[in-house]
């Protein structure tokens, strides 16, 4: 496999001049990721681990996810924002790290990343190439038995267990894709296993209730393992407890054994104080917005805690303070485009769209904001709305690339059903829906424009914003 995987700028097959080198593997990378895509998609995951596991791809492979250990992480909200903190931490520390999340903004090198940067297109495509004989072998072996094909999630995560390993990292953090239990994430053993805040969300495929949403996300605790978690509901809480105990793993609990102290609005993001498991950190830069985000940030000083001194020692306060400071979190109340100011965020669901609102009367001195709107079919459109339209002016609604995006018409109507007061546009691209929300938004002072809805709607924008030059 391929040694060294460093950062690229671009889609694999885009042709970006800064490459270098890596440009060459541009095409290569393309097709390998169109290869992927073949597979069973990630709206319709399968509730297995044999695949992965017993199906023998990373017995194969050797099982590359032994060696090095992990710091697996789950949730309904803010799993994505919590890993990237945790890995600025640990790189801070000198940590050669590992970060797998999803999904991707723009290009799929961003899920995997080696030291903080996506895994290079020359070291996708070569790792690609040696798993793949062990990928084609399991398929035949599922095939015999009656069974589906690896589906892309199962073997993107085999990839990227392999990635990890060839380059090697001293640590990986781990984002589950959906779930826990039966995650292709979970054939890893996490030494931390990390819980943010579990609501209802993929209801169809996790169970109708947080409870039982909750009990599939603990399958992630492995014995003797540390289990950090951020605030949760009675139900939640108590699915954690159990699993657990069972497992003979310690319980550390956002509220008790670690808190948010404070958190202070400042110039490009917050400034906040932590006591954690083991010692109290004040006055750390976080230049990400919104409450939520402290609490990320808390729930990730406690899992480093929990990683380097068994939550009974100190983080150094200066690697601490870069670690937080340097900590980034793509499409996340990320300010993409100035004049107007144009801001994506990836809320995908009621408390995601409710957290995005509250940061918005927050941490921005707005006094009108046009939302561009697009969500997918498996997602709650209705609360969606409910939480954001009390911030927004007018409401541009639109739909993404993507095939499981709500139709336009059909999400203009849940609009005007929940939000009957609110003024709504519909726009059958996402660029036509964003110049419009531009024009509206120059048009007079403090006037801002939000997109989001989906993870894919904001890929758009991002996509967007750089072609037409005002991207920030």
């Not at 671009?10 to 490459?19: A, H, Q």
């Not at 310690?250 to 948010?260: D, K, R």
């Amino acid at each position: 496999m391929s040694k060294n995987p460093t950062s690229d700028n671009t889609d694999p097959g885009s042709n970006d001049p800064e490459l270098g080198d890596d440009a060459l593997f541009q095409k290569d990378a393309d097709r390998v990721y169109q290869e992927l895509l073949a597979r069973i998609g990630e709206g319709h995951p399968q509730p297995r681990l044999a695949a992965t596991r017993r199906g023998r791809v990373v017995e194969l492979l050797g099982d590359p996810q032994r060696s090095y250990p992990i710091i697996h992480v789950t949730g309904t909200n803010g799993k994505t924002s919590t890993s990237r903190i945790t890995e600025s931490i640990l790189r801070a520390y000198g940590l050669r790290t590992g970060l797998f999340s999803s999904p991707h903004l723009v290009r799929v090198n961003e899920r995997i990343l080696i030291d903080g940067e996506p895994i290079t297109n020359e070291a996708f495509v070569a790792n690609y190439r040696d798993i793949k004989p062990y990928l084609d072998m399991v398929d035949a072996e599922l095939r015999a038995a009656g069974d589906a094909p690896l589906a892309f999630f199962e073997a993107f995560t085999a990839l990227a267990y392999a990635s990890f390993a060839d380059a090697p990292v001293d640590v990986a953090v781990i984002e589950v894709g959906l779930g826990g239990e039966w995650d292709s994430t979970n054939v890893g053993d996490g030494q931390v296993a990390v819980f943010t805040p579990i609501s209802l969300d993929h209801t169809a495929r996790l169970g109708n209730t947080v409870a039982l949403i909750a009990a599939t996300k603990a399958g992630i605790i492995k014995p003797t393992a540390a289990v950090v978690t951020a605030t949760q509901p009675v139900t939640a809480l108590a699915e954690l407890v159990r699993a657990s105990d069972l497992m003979e793993a310690s319980l550390a609990v956002q509220g008790t054994a670690f808190e948010l102290l404070s958190n202070t609005v400042a110039v490009g993001g917050q400034v906040i104080s932590v006591r954690g498991l083991a010692g109290t950190y004040t006055d750390l830069f976080l230049p990400l917005f919104g409450d939520h985000q402290a609490q990320n940030a808390t729930v990730a000083i406690a899992a480093v805690e929990s990683f380097l001194g068994g939550g009974k020692q100190m983080l150094v306060g200066d690697v601490l303070t870069e670690g937080i400071t340097t900590a980034t979190s793509p499409g996340r109340l990320q300010v993409i485009g100035i004049e107007p100011t144009v801001i994506i965020d990836a809320a995908h669901n009621p408390d995601g769209a409710q957290s995005l609102a509250a940061a918005l009367g927050s941490y921005f001195t707005f006094d009108e904001v046009a939302i561009v709107l697009g969500v997918l079919e498996d997602k709650d459109a209705s609360g969606i709305v409910a939480a954001l339209a009390p911030v927004a002016e007018v409401m541009l609604v639109t739909a993404s690339s993507s095939e499981r995006a709500i139709a336009v018409d059909d999400l203009a109507e849940i609009v005007r059903e929940v939000a009957p007061d609110s003024s709504v546009d519909d726009y059958d691209t996402p660029s036509e829906a964003i110049a419009a929300a531009r024009a509206w938004a120059a048009k007079a002072p403090r006037r801002g424009v939000v997109i989001t809805g989906s993870i894919t709607l904001i890929g758009d924008a991002l996509v967007l914003a750089a072609a037409e030059g005002w991207k920030r």
